[in-house]
């Protein structure tokens, strides 16, 4: 019987840790919400789209930037990708786009792209 939870203890470490590499993008609680409010500065700064008017789908974070994948409630416009930053503790808005040159894509870590 001790082999046994032994065994079981072994598969259940091994999925955890496998389940946690599997995805190294995700983002805390506290980054998705910055990074919200930060998109929705932009928006508002900018113009580029209103705030009211789109769903975030996807927040992905990896060493210190993030994509989120913007979408718009009606179909107007295709979706846009949204890269940031943490500069000084805070996202920022690098770039908002459907289209982004290689040079700019090279300064994104791989896992985000």
């Known amino acids: 019987m001790r082999y046994l939870y032994l065994f079981f203890t072994?598969?259940?470490?091994?999925?955890?840790?496998?389940?946690?590499?599997?995805?190294?993008t995700t983002c805390t609680q506290a980054d998705k919400n910055e990074i919200e409010h930060s998109m929705k500065g932009y928006m508002s700064k900018t113009g580029v789209q209103d705030y009211n008017k789109v769903v975030i789908l996807s927040k992905r974070c990896?060493?210190?930037?993030?994509?989120a994948i913007v979408h718009p409630k009606t179909p107007i416009v295709e979706d846009a990708t949204v890269y940031l930053k943490k500069i000084n503790g805070h996202w920022q808005v690098l770039n908002w786009g459907t289209d982004f040159d290689?040079?700019?894509?090279?300064?994104?870590?791989k896992e985000l792209r």
């Open 10 to 24: 072994i598969i259940i470490f091994t999925f955890l840790n496998q389940a946690y590499a599997f995805d190294k």
């Open 62 to 67: 990896f060493n210190g930037y993030a994509q």
């Open 102 to 109: 290689s040079n700019f894509l090279a300064k994104i870590p």
